[in-house]
C-alpha cells in the first residue's frame, strides 16, 4: 500500500529555491491537498513524487521504497497533468488503454479494463470519440478514467479541477472524494483554491516560497493557523497591528494603531511593548454590541454571507460576516454607525512578521 | 490466408514484440539514454562538422599563396562578393514570391489548391542539375518549344538567378505555408472586426508572427544559393561565384584558391546568418498607422491580380524550368523510340539502373543514420538533456555544413579522408550525410519542439517506457513533419552532385551520371529519357514512403 515519505528534498532551478528541505509523510489511503500560491513549488513536489523531475538533494519513498532516480514509469504513480495531457491522436478508448499496454497487457484485455473504467467515470458511449470532441468536464473524467485503469493506487493531481468552470467543479469534487474511497487511493492533489483543499483534503498541506507552512487536518488549519500566512491563505481573516500593552496569564492586550484596545488569547510568549498582530476571521467577528464602534462603510452581498466592511477612526478597515438569516432581520445601511467587539478566545496572537504584515501576505 | 502464411506472420508479430520490448526495457536504462546522447555527439563531430571543416582547416597554410598573389586575391573576392549578392537576392526574391503563393495555400479554400500544393514539391524530385540543365534549355537554347522560353538571354548572371530562384523556392513556400497554417485564424479574424482591412491585418499582425518563418527562408535560400555548385556552373556561362571558382579551380588542380574562398565564404556567410537570426529577431516593423492605400490593395480586384501573379510565377519560373528538358527532348525520345529501350537494360541503360540503384542505397542509408543520430541530437537540444549552453552550441554548429559549397564540402572531405583508403562508396555516403545532416536536425528540433512535454510526461507517469512514448505518441503525433524530413533528406541526397563528384570518380550516382550525359552531345536524350524515369521513380517511391508510414505508424502504436 502506498505511503509517500519524502526527506529533506530540496529543488533548484537556477537562481530560484523551488523546494527547501521538504520532509513529508503521507499515510496509506489519506487524501492530501497541497495547497499554496503560485510559485510555491507545489507543481514541482508533486513532479518529484512522480519521477519527472529529480530533487538536487533528499529522498522520495513510496511505500517503504527509495525511488529517488527510480524512472517516471516504474513508480506506480500517475500523475494528472492540469491541461489532463489527452493523447490527441487517440480514442478515448485508446487513451485509457495506453497505461495497460505500458504495463503488458494484450490490446484485447486493456480494451476491455478501459471500457470497464469508463463505466465508473459514466463516459461508456464515448469510448470511440477523440479528446477534442468531449466538453472539458468529460475530458477531466477520461484523464482521471486514464489514470485509474493503471491499477496505480497512487494518484498525484495537478491542479485537476482548475480548467472547470465553478458549478462543475463542485459536481467533480464530489465525484473525485467518492472514487478515492472507493478505491482507496492514496491521493496527492495539488490547488491554489482553498475551498477544494479545505472540502477534500483528509489532510492539508500549506505551502510557500519552497517550504511546508503546516501541516494538519483542515479543521486545525483553519481553526488553529500557525502564522499570519496559514490565517490569511486559508479562511477569511481581519489582521490587526499593535503593540503589547498587558500580558496577564494567557490574556494579552494589544494596543492598536489608533489607539484601540483588544484582546487575546495566547500561549506564545509576549512581552510588553512587542509588536503583534491579532488575526479574527471574519465570520467570528461580532455585530451589534462591544466595545468598539465602527461606521459601515460597504456591503457585499454574496447569497448564503454578506461581507460588511466596517470603519474604525483613522481609517481602520475590519470586515464582518454575517449569515443571510441576519442580513434580512436587521437594517445595515452605509454610513450607519456599529457596535463591533472582537471575542478573546476566537483571536488568534501572532508574533510581527520579520517582513511586517504588508511584506507577509502581499507578498503572495 | 492459409494456415502457413498466418502463422508466419504471427511468428513475424512475435519476433517484432520481442524486439520491442526488449528496446522498451533498454531505452528504461538511464545509461542507455546518456550513451546514445553520446554517440549522436561523437557522431557529430567525428563525422559531420570536423571532416567537412578540417579537410580545408589542415591545408590552411596553402591559403597564403592567394593572399601573395593579387590576381587570385582579386578574382576570389570578386567570386566571394558575387555570392553573397546573388543569395541576397535570390532570398529576398524568394520570400516576396512565395508569400503570396504560400498565403493561397494556407488561407484560401479553392478546390484546385490541392494540385497547387503538391505540384509546389514537384521541383524538389527533380535533380538540381537536370534543373540547370532545363534553365538553359529554356532561357537560352533553340528548341522545338523555344517558343514557351525567352531564348534571347546568354547564360550569366540572369540565368544563376533564375536556377537559384527555382529550386530554393519550393523550400520556402513549404516552410511560410506549414507556419502560417500554425497561426490561427482567429488573430486575423480578431483585427478584422476590430476594423483593420485585410492588407493592414496582414501587415501588422500576421507577417510580425510570422517572423520565425520568414528568418528561416531566408537563411535556408541564402545557404542554399550560396552553397549549390553542380547545377549553377552548368548555367554560370562567364558569370563567377564562390562555387564556380572553387570547382574551376578544383579541376585546374589547384587547391589554395579552393581553401581560401571556402574560408571566406564560411566565415561571411557565418557572420551574415548570425547577424540575420540576431536583428532579424530584433527588428521590429513600425505599426503607425493603417494607411489609406492598404485599403485599396485589399480590393478584391487587387488581391485576384496579386494571387494570379503568384501563380503565374510559381508556373513559369519554377514548375516549368523542373520539367522542361523533359518536354523538350520528349519528340526526340518519342522518335528514337527511347522510352521502351529503358527497360531492356542494354548498353547504356545498365549503367544508368546501375546508377540509380547507387543512388537509392546510399540515400536510404543516408537518411536511415541521419535519423539515429540527429533525433538524439534534437532531443539534447529541445529537451535541454546536457544543459542550455550545450543545446545553444550544437543548435548553432548542426547548420554549420549547410552553408559551405558543396563542391568544397566534397573536398574537405576527401582530403580528410583520403589518406585512409576508405572505399568511394563510404565516402559518398559520408558527403551525403553531411549535406543532409543539417536538414534533418532542423526538422527533429521542429517536430520536438511543436510537441508539448506534459504529453510526454503523461505518457511517462502511465508507465510507458521512453522508448514506448516515443513511438505511440511522439511520432505518430509528428508524423507529417517527420515524414517530410525524411523525404527532403531522401530526395537531397538522391539530387546531390556537387559534393559526390568531389569526392569519387568512380562510384557514380543517377545525378552524376545524368550530368556526364548532359555535358556529351550525343547522349542529350537519353538524358532527357533518364530524367523522366527519375521523376517517375521518385513519384513512386514518395507514394510508397507514404504508405508504409501511414500503415506502420498505425501498425506500431
Known amino acids: ?364 | 490466408m492459409p494456415a502457413v502464411e498466418a502463422e508466419k506472420t504471427s511468428r513475424f508479430r512475435g519476433i517484432g514484440r520481442r524486439v520491442i520490448s526488449r528496446l522498451d526495457k533498454l531505452s528504461e536504462e538511464k545509461t542507455v539514454a546518456y550513451s546514445l546522447y553520446l554517440a549522436s555527439i561523437v557522431f557529430f563531430l567525428g563525422i559531420i562538422l570536423l571532416p567537412s571543416l578540417l579537410g580545408i582547416l589542415l591545408k590552411l597554410d596553402t591559403a597564403m599563396n592567394v593572399v601573395t598573389n593579387p590576381e587570385l586575391l582579386n578574382r576570389s573576392f570578386s567570386a566571394v562578393f558575387s555570392s553573397i549578392i546573388m543569395a541576397g537576392i535570390v532570398s529576398a526574391l524568394d520570400v516576396a514570391a512565395g508569400l503570396p503563393l504560400a498565403w493561397i495555400i494556407a488561407r484560401k479554400k479553392y478546390r484546385w489548391l490541392n494540385i497547387v500544393d503538391s505540384l509546389v514539391d514537384f521541383p524538389l524530385i527533380v535533380p538540381t542539375v537536370i534543373l540547370g540543365y532545363s534553365t538553359l534549355l529554356l532561357w537560352c537554347e533553340e528548341t522545338p518549344f523555344s517558343i514557351i522560353g525567352f531564348t534571347g538571354v546568354s547564360p550569366g548572371f540572369i540565368t544563376v538567378l533564375l536556377l537559384h530562384f527555382a529550386f530554393s523556392y519550393p523550400v520556402v513556400v513549404r516552410i511560410l505555408a506549414g507556419k502560417l497554417m500554425d497561426i490561427e485564424a482567429t488573430y486575423e479574424a480578431a483585427a478584422r472586426t476590430l476594423g483593420a482591412c485585410p492588407f493592414t491585418t496582414a501587415r501588422t499582425i500576421t507577417i510580425p508572427m510570422l517572423k520565425s518563418g520568414i528568418i528561416a527562408s531566408l537563411i535556408l535560400s541564402f545557404a542554399r544559393s550560396l552553397s549549390e555548385t553542380g547545377a549553377t556552373i552548368m548555367v554560370a556561362g562567364s558569370f563567377e561565384n564562390g562555387p564556380v571558382f572553387i570547382k574551376k579551380s578544383i579541376d585546374a588542380g589547384l587547391v589554395p584558391p579552393m581553401v581560401f574562398v571556402s574560408l571566406v565564404l564560411i566565415v561571411l556567410s557565418i557572420l551574415i546568418l548570425a547577424g540575420l537570426r540576431l536583428f532579424g529577431f530584433k527588428f521590429r516593423m513600425p505599426f503607425r498607422k493603417a494607411y489609406r492605400i492598404e485599403a485599396a490593395l485589399s480590393r478584391e480586384g487587387v488581391t485576384r491580380v496579386r494571387d494570379l501573379s503568384a501563380i503565374i510565377i510559381f508556373l513559369f519560373l519554377v514548375l516549368l524550368p523542373a520539367c522542361f528538358m523533359v518536354l523538350a527532348r520528349m519528340p526526340l525520345m518519342l522518335s528514337y523510340g527511347l522510352l521502351g529501350e529503358i527497360f531492356t537494360l542494354r548498353g547504356a541503360w545498365s549503367t544508368y539502373w546501375i546508377s540509380v540503384l547507387n543512388s537509392y542505397v546510399i540515400a536510404l542509408l543516408t537518411t536511415l543514420i541521419n535519423v539515429v543520430f540527429s533525433l538524439p541530437t534534437a532531443v539534447i537540444i529541445t529537451r535541454r538533456k546536457l544543459g542550455g549552453l550545450v543545446s545553444r552550441l550544437l543548435e548553432a554548429l548542426s547548420t554549420t555544413s549547410i552553408i559551405m559549397p558543396s563542391v568544397a564540402l566534397g573536398v574537405s572531405l576527401s582530403l580528410f579522408w583520403g589518406a585512409s583508403g576508405i572505399s568511394d562508396f563510404i565516402l559518398v555516403l559520408l558527403a551525403h550525410l553531411c549535406i543532409t545532416y543539417p536538414y534533418m536536425v532542423a526538422t527533429m528540433v521542429s517536430v520536438l519542439e511543436d510537441i508539448p512535454v506534459e504529453l510526454e510526461e503523461a505518457g511517462r507517469t502511465l508507465g510507458g517506457t521512453p522508448f514506448k512514448v516515443f513511438r505511440s505518441i511522439v511520432l505518430p503525433i509528428a508524423k507529417y513533419s517527420f515524414l517530410s524530413g525524411v523525404i527532403l533528406t531522401f530526395t537531397r541526397s538522391v539530387n546531390e552532385t556537387g559534393a559526390t563528384l568531389a569526392v569519387s570518380k568512380t562510384f557514380k550516382t543517377v545525378s552524376v551520371l545524368l550530368v556526364e550525359w548532359v555535358k556529351s552531345p550525343d547522349m542529350r536524350v537519353e538524358a532527357g529519357a533518364g530524367t523522366l524515369v527519375l521523376m517517375f521513380l521518385s513519384i513512386i517511391l514518395l507514394v510508397i514512403f507514404r504508405y508504409i508510414y501511414t500503415k506502420g505508424g498505425g501498425g506500431l502504436a
Not at chain 1, 41 to 69: C, N
Not at chain 1, 143 to 157: D, E, I, P
Not at chain 1, 215 to 230: D, H, L, Q, R
Open chain 1, 1 to 364: 500500500m502506498p505511503k509517500v515519505v519524502l526527506e529533506r528534498v530540496s529543488k533548484r532551478f537556477g537562481r530560484i529555491t523551488a523546494l527547501d528541505e521538504i520532509d513529508l509523510t503521507l499515510d496509506d489511503g489519506e487524501y492530501s491537498c497541497i495547497l499554496g500560491p503560485t510559485g510555491s513549488g507545489k507543481t514541482t513536489l508533486l513532479k518529484i513524487i512522480a519521477g519527472l523531475v529529480e530533487p538536487d538533494s533528499g529522498d522520495v519513498y513510496i511505500d517503504g521504497k527509495r525511488v529517488t532516480g527510480t524512472p517516471a514509469e516504474k513508480r506506480n504513480a500517475v500523475y494528472m497533468h492540469q491541461n489532463y495531457a489527452l493523447f490527441p491522436h487517440l480514442t478515448v478508448s485508446q487513451n485509457i488503454s495506453f497505461g495497460l499496454t505500458a504495463r503488458g497487457f494484450e490490446e484485447e484485455a486493456a480494451r476491455r479494463k478501459a471500457s470497464e473504467v469508463l463505466e465508473i467515470v459514466k463516459l461508456g458511449e464515448w469510448a470511440n470519440a477523440y479528446p477534442r470532441e468531449l466538453s472539458g468536464g468529460m475530458q477531466q473524467r477520461v484523464a482521471l478514467a486514464r489514470c485509474l485503469a493503471t491499477g496505480a493506487r497512487l494518484l498525484l493531481l495537478d491542479e485537476p479541477l482548475g480548467a472547470l468552470d465553478a458549478r462543475l467543479r463542485l459536481e467533480v469534487r464530489g465525484e473525485l472524494s467518492r472514487i478515492a474511497e472507493e478505491l482507496n487511493l492514496t491521493v496527492i492533489h495539488v490547488t491554489h483554491d482553498q475551498s477544494e483543499a479545505l472540502s477534500l483534503a483528509d489532510r492539508l498541506i500549506l505551502m510557500r516560497n519552497g517550504r511546508i507552512v503546516q501541516t494538519g487536518s483542515p479543521e486545525e488549519v483553519y481553526f488553529k493557523p500557525n502564522s499570519v500566512f496559514s490565517a490569511y491563505f486559508v479562511g477569511e481573516s481581519v489582521f490587526l497591528e499593535g503593540i503589547v500593552r498587558r500580558v496577564d496569564g494567557r490574556v494579552v492586550t494589544l494596543e492598536l494603531r489608533n489607539g484601540t484596545i483588544i484582546e487575546a488569547l495566547s500561549g506564545d510568549g509576549f512581552n510588553r511593548g512587542e509588536l503583534a498582530v491579532a488575526a479574527v476571521r471574519c465570520e467570528d467577528i461580532k455585530v451589534g454590541g462591544g466595545p468598539l464602534t465602527a461606521r459601515l462603510k460597504e456591503i457585499n452581498f454574496l447569497g448564503s454571507f454578506s461581507k460588511l466592511v466596517f470603519e474604525l477612526p483613522e481609517g481602520l478597515k475590519i470586515t464582518a460576516n454575517i449569515p443571510l438569516s441576519r442580513f434580512i432581520e436587521e437594517e445595515f445601511r452605509i454610513g450607519a454607525s456599529f457596535q463591533l467587539s472582537i471575542p478573546r478566545e476566537r483571536t488568534r496572537l501572532f508574533k510581527q512578521p520579520p517582513m511586517g504584515l504588508a511584506g507577509e501576505i502581499e507578498a503572495v
